[in-house]
DNA sequence: ATAGAAGCTAAAGTTAGGTTTAGGTCAAGA
DNA sequence: TCTTGACCTAAACCTAACTTTAGCTTCTAT
């Protein structure tokens, strides 16, 4: 199947002005065009896009990415490389998760301290309450 | 206890010249300087770099950050829009804690994906694998 | 008293990841 | 054929969050 460069944007979300960006970067090597020099977007393109989605969305940069895109261009002789980056990759993930994490916990701290201080009427209350009057799952996330 | 610039850049690794950065765009505002001009930092500004970077990990802006601290400047008064603030800001990490999860299980489905093809020399082998062959627990994540 | 480390300011520079603008060209329906 | 909506490029612009630079002042230890 091929798709304009608008049906893409319709389909994807992401606005035109981007994915012609992508392409301006190097990250559809293979893309062709019409006679009258029109993008044609194929299903190897579809499937770009999702692999930027998935990398992008995992803090990688469009740089990396370019050259993560141009690994896959060198076909079998890159794989350790590519494996190895996505192993690297998921570890990353699975960092920003524990830290988010972490940060949730302050956050509920926080929602705790404003809800009890709305109740009391008064921060200076909340202020001066003993630690173990802190709901014991938040206790250690105290800011 | 009152600390100096460098001090407080050493104690949390936050850069000096960020350090001056926020509080030009004043997150400090009731930070005081000695005679000489020179900034004296006081407990009161280490916590609000602790809740600076809580919230700005939970990908709130310098502007939106700033915001808060003014009301909280504001005593109790601004209570209610703190609380709100603050379970607005837990409900968006939530989110996207589950958006990282997503990506951690493409990834992963992506290191079987190389694991395998490394595993059997090409990756055409792999590409042409049928569903059944996948790992139960990351076949739905396949890009 | 003095040297040098640490601090100060204003203003300009940087980087990533796009978006906007201006001035055209292409393609499909009436 | 004509119109009009979709597409094209190059280049400039944008924003956030800092960092760097240049030139100057303050503080601290000898």
């Known amino acids: 199947m091929y798709y304009s ?3 893409v944007a319709n389909a994807t979300g992401i606005a035109i002005s981007t994915l012609r960006y992508y392409d301006r ?10 006679n009258g020099g029109i993008r044609v ?8 896009l999702k692999v930027i989605e998935c990398l992008k969305s995992s803090g990688m ?27 690297a990759r998921l570890e990353e993930v699975e960092k920003q998760i524990e830290a ?8 509920k701290y ?8 709305i109740a009391a009427g008064s921060e200076e209350v909340v202020k001066n309450l003993p ?9 250690n996330y105290k800011i």
């Open 100 to 107: 988010l994490q972490e940060t949730k916990n302050r956050l």
């Open 41 to 48: 977007f194929s299903d190897t393109e579809i499937n770009t």
């Open 25 to 34: 970067e190097g990250m559809f090597p293979d893309m062709e065009r019409s």
């Open 110 to 117: 926080k929602c705790w301290y404003y809800d009890t201080a």
């Open 61 to 87: 940069s469009i740089k990396s990415i370019k050259e993560f895109l141009a690994w896959c261009g060198e076909g079998d002789a890159s794989l350790g490389k590519r494996r190895e980056m996505f192993h």
């Open 131 to 139: 630690v173990d009057e802190i709901p014991e799952d938040i206790r």
């Open 5 to 7: 460069i608008g049906e």
